[in-house]
């Protein structure tokens, strides 16, 4: 199924890690999607990721750290290969992170205010 | 359900004290270019005077990547050519359905919040502010409409904030304050170009002179609704 939050929607590799377990998202990988994921983790259980890390858009330890202990939290394991929670962000990774994500953000829907200020009069005078 | 008032930045951009502004390409390629950095500088130098306890600093991405909330600057600096100024956020082209005169004397800011705290702010200026509409207003006039603009997004400041006219500055507004631009008759005295904020009034025995802009300053009570912001 399609990404649906704005965060994760329409990324190819992060659509692709949803899809099919070959296309997961392991450590030492860096891009874009790799900064999503960290900004969804920050955003939903407020981790601590190495700020080095965030400026290189890499999947370092602290960021693979993050990602176990999100798992581990909602017991997020694929019993058909493994017994314990892993730091590999997979079909079902992706899909509570997308989840939470959506949710995040109807939590904190975006409001607009606009303000315009005009100097009145375009006054004449013989300064 | 109303709309929330602001009352002040994000946690992620408070705790910084640091405001970073982008100004597009195309402002910084046109005569608008030196006025955003002069305005930059006029607010820092009037915010280290006052204390307001928040710095502007040139940021050289716009805000906000795909999806992103609080990514790349927290304000952009733009102007409008057009009738109707537009900006990209979260993926999404918002157009601005509030008309902006691109040869008007005015200013627009848009302040994107959440739960009443801003994530970002959008400044559009006019592209070619005339006055009288037969030239061209001076660089301190831009000046002044530049800072005012940059005072809303650095204080999250409402037009129901803007300075009354007992509280003359740069930021006065309406409906609180009505400045207004003054021009000589001679388009080549440009340099007389002013801002009224305050008009003379005859008492009998004295008269209370009008105070002007320039000088851009800032009144303690626009300051202090800033310091607050930034507690």
């Known amino acids: 199924m399609p990404l649906a939050s704005p965060l994760f929607r329409g990324d190819a590799k992060l659509e692709a890690a949803g899809e099919s377990n070959p296309a997961h998202i392991m450590p030492n990988a860096v891009d874009e999607h790799v900064a999503k994921i960290q900004y969804a983790l920050r955003k939903l259980d407020a981790a601590i990721i190495d700020p080095q890390e965030i400026e290189s858009r890499t999947y370092g330890p602290s960021t693979a750290a993050a990602v176990l202990k999100y798992k581990q939290k909602r017991n997020i394991i694929n019993r058909s290969y493994e017994q314990q929670a892993d730091n590999i962000v997979g079909i079902m990774t992706i899909a509570a992170l997308d989840k939470e994500m959506l949710d995040w953000y109807r939590r904190h829907p975006l409001e607009i205010t606009g303000i315009v200020c005009k100097l009145a009069n375009q006054a004449q005078r013989n300064t | ?231």
């Open chain 2, 1 to 231: 359900m109303g709309e929330m008032a602001i009352d002040q930045w994000i946690e992620e951009v408070k705790v910084r004290h640091i405001l970073s502004v982008f100004p597009t390409e195309r402002l910084r390629r046109s005569r608008w270019g030196p006025i955003f950095d002069g305005a930059r500088d006029k607010f820092n130098e009037l915010s280290a005077k006052h204390k307001l306890g928040v710095k502007l600093e040139t940021a050289n991405d716009p805000p906000a990547r795909e999806g992103f909330l609080d990514g790349g600057a927290d304000v952009q600096f733009d102007f409008t050519g057009i009738p109707f100024p537009s900006f990209r956020f979260r993926s999404e082209d918002r157009k601005i359905d509030q008309y902006i005169n691109p040869v008007g004397t005015e200013g627009y800011t848009a302040q994107l919040s959440t739960g009443g705290r801003m994530l970002k702010a959008f400044i559009f200026v006019p592209m070619y502010p005339l006055a009288n509409f037969d030239r061209e207003v001076n660089d301190q006039i831009k000046l002044f409409i530049a800072v005012h603009e940059l005072i809303h997004a650095a204080g999250c400041l409402s037009n129901s904030d803007h300075s009354p006219e007992a509280t003359p500055d740069c930021f006065c507004g309406p409906p609180i304050s009505t400045p207004s631009l003054i021009t000589d008759a001679d388009p080549a005295n440009d340099k007389n170009d002013k801002v009224e904020l305050k008009s003379g009034r005859q008492l009998p025995g004295r008269f209370i002179p009008p105070v002007f802009a320039p000088p851009i300053t800032l009144s303690g009570r626009t300051v202090g609704l800033i310091q607050k912001r930034w507690k």
